[in-house]
């Protein structure tokens, strides 16, 4: 997946123009304004086209870097059986850090959600590790999570005083946690 963050970062510092990049994929079966266009939003971080293997590929040579080094490998658990307001408390934790740095924090972590972040973690590495990024050097640009509501069959009634019912509800979260070279 292509890195907003890093295509803006490199722009600027290699002073590369938009119609410089959308030239590069023109040739790529795009058309001028259609290029233009993408590499505008792609900028911006709204992947609207989704660039393709191809298209980061010939970006990555208009700019005279790797592939992976404008690259980032995303991963996430979709409702998570624990509250988005105590994952967010471990996710916090390892924003910034190395992924190995971060893997030791969350093993030593006395919560409940990293043993599943643990696992995001390792699955956003494994896709690094599969497109032949350098493991050593990744690390965490982004933990994110987000709230997914009340769990599928957690609705029950807990009794009250004088017939009253109180209602009991699981929530649940996304957690999303993308990696990056450094």
Same mark, same amino acid.
């Not at 030593?108 to 409940?112: E, I, L, P, Q, S």
């Given at each position: 997946m292509l890195s907003a963050k890093k295509l803006k970062e490199l722009c600027e510092q290699r002073d590369i123009s938009i119609d410089q990049l959308a030239g590069q994929l023109v040739?790529?079966?795009l058309s001028e304004k259609q290029a233009k266009s993408a590499v505008e939003n792609w900028k911006k971080g709204l992947f609207k086209p989704l660039p393709r293997k191809e298209d980061i590929r010939k970006l990555a040579t208009a700019l005279y870097v790797d592939v992976?080094?404008?690259s980032a490998w995303k991963s996430s658990c979709r409702y998570a059986p624990f509250s988005a307001r105590k994952a967010r408390l471990v996710s916090q934790l390892i924003v910034g850090r190395s992924v190995q740095d971060a893997m030791d924090v969350l093993k030593?972590? !006395? +919560?409940?959600a990293a043993e599943t972040i !643990? +696992?995001?973690l390792k699955c956003a590495v494994a896709d690094a590790d599969g497109q032949e990024a350098d493991v050593e050097n990744l690390f965490i640009s982004?933990?994110?999570v987000d709230d997914a509501?009340?769990?599928i069959g957690t609705k029950r009634w807990i009794a009250k005083d004088r017939g009253r019912a109180h209602p009991i509800r699981k929530t649940a979260c996304h957690v999303h946690v993308t990696v990056t070279q450094a």
């Open positions: 040739r790529g079966g992976n080094d404008i030593f972590t !006395n +919560k409940r !643990n +696992k995001v982004e933990a994110r509501g009340i769990r």
